[in-house]
């Protein structure tokens, strides 16, 4: 199967030269078709966000490529990664913006790397269609196209925000523990709107998650990192046997309880 995203020994150091020198991703590779759902898991400092944050273009590469569809995107900016890239982050409050409507945020996030001309900002056709996409979430939204997000609940806004990620049908989708502020109820939601968009857009997509169970409940594969690197990498039957315990034991992650 052709790959769609392809990481070529990656790496990536902040502080070059100085005494706070780190390295945090060390010859990394790492290949994923598209409909891949990749967990990520690893202690504070193992390289996650980082990888994600390459990926996406916050951090530029010291070595290595990275390869979206056949296409190097190495070096390219940020804001043109964006048109094949959806992301959500952590805080619930980054994704949107906090004192628009909801319609205005789905409005900007549909029209991402598209040529808009002068046609009006929200049509009656896209008022429609963002009704019944919202009500296909379950979060009472629909009934709030005209309220600004800053308003919303955690949950509420943060499948809100992964709704956005995804409206514009991105090639690749980056979750970087993007239900870690969430109440449990909410998480569960989250993270079963993610599988549903995830698999039913057949989308590539990267979670980073602190919570061992859902690394190996979600996706069809799992990598853990340390150090920058990928020492792990779980998919078939070796990771439908894996459970909790045997990761903590056998990579001495720290067994907080939090995690299980």
């Given at each position: 199967?052709?790959?769609?995203?392809?990481?070529?020994?990656?790496?990536?150091?902040?502080?070059?030269?100085?005494?706070?020198?780190?390295?945090?991703?060390?010859?990394?590779?790492?290949e994923l078709s598209a409909g891949d759902f990749l967990t990520v898991i690893g202690n504070n400092g193992a390289g996650k966000s980082t990888l994600l944050n390459c990926?996406?273009?916050?951090?530029?590469?010291?070595?290595?490529?990275?390869?979206?569809?056949?296409?190097?995107?190495?070096?390219?900016?940020?804001?043109?990664?964006?048109?094949?890239?959806?992301?959500?982050?952590?805080?619930?409050?980054?994704?949107?913006?906090?004192?628009?409507?909801?319609?205005?945020?789905?409005?900007?996030?549909?029209?991402?790397?598209?040529?808009?001309?002068?046609?009006?900002?929200?049509?009656?056709?896209?008022?429609?269609?963002?009704?019944?996409?919202?009500?296909?979430?379950?979060?009472?939204?629909?009934?709030?196209?005209?309220?600004?997000?800053?308003?919303?609940?955690?949950?509420?806004?943060?499948?809100?925000?992964?709704?956005?990620?995804?409206?514009?049908?991105?090639?690749?989708?980056?979750?970087?523990?993007?239900?870690?502020?969430?109440?449990?109820?909410?998480?569960?939601?989250?993270?079963?709107?993610?599988?549903?968009?995830?698999?039913?857009?057949?989308?590539?997509?990267?979670?980073i998650t602190h919570n061992m169970k859902d690394s190996l409940h979600y996706g069809n594969r799992t990598i853990l990192m340390q150090d920058g690197k990928i020492?792990?990498?779980?998919?078939?039957?070796?990771?439908?046997?894996?459970?909790?315990?045997?990761?903590?034991?056998?990579?001495?992650?720290?067994?907080?309880?939090?995690?299980?």
């Open positions: 199967m052709e790959k769609l995203l392809q990481i070529h020994n990656l790496k990536k150091v902040f502080g070059a030269g100085t005494i706070n020198e780190k390295t945090a991703i060390r010859d990394l590779s790492l990926i996406a273009g916050v951090f530029p590469a010291d070595e290595g490529e990275i390869l979206l569809d056949g296409r190097n995107i190495t070096k390219m900016p940020e804001y043109k990664r964006a048109a094949y890239i959806g992301r959500v982050f952590q805080d619930p409050l980054k994704g949107t913006a906090f004192d628009m409507t909801i319609e205005e945020n789905l409005a900007i996030a549909a029209a991402k790397g598209k040529c808009r001309g002068l046609q009006p900002g929200i049509t009656r056709a896209d008022k429609k269609e963002f009704r019944e996409k919202l009500a296909s979430l379950g979060m009472e939204l629909e009934d709030k196209m005209t309220q600004k997000v800053k308003l919303l609940s955690g949950g509420q806004r943060q499948a809100l925000t992964l709704f956005m990620a995804v409206i514009a049908e991105p090639e690749l989708l980056l979750l970087d523990e993007h239900t870690a502020a969430l109440d449990p109820a909410a998480a569960e939601k989250v993270l079963s709107l993610t599988e549903e968009f995830a698999y039913g857009k057949k989308m590539c997509t990267l979670m020492v792990m990498d779980l998919e078939g039957e070796d990771r439908k046997n894996m459970t909790v315990e045997k990761l903590v034991e056998k990579f001495s992650i720290d067994n907080d309880r939090m995690l299980l």
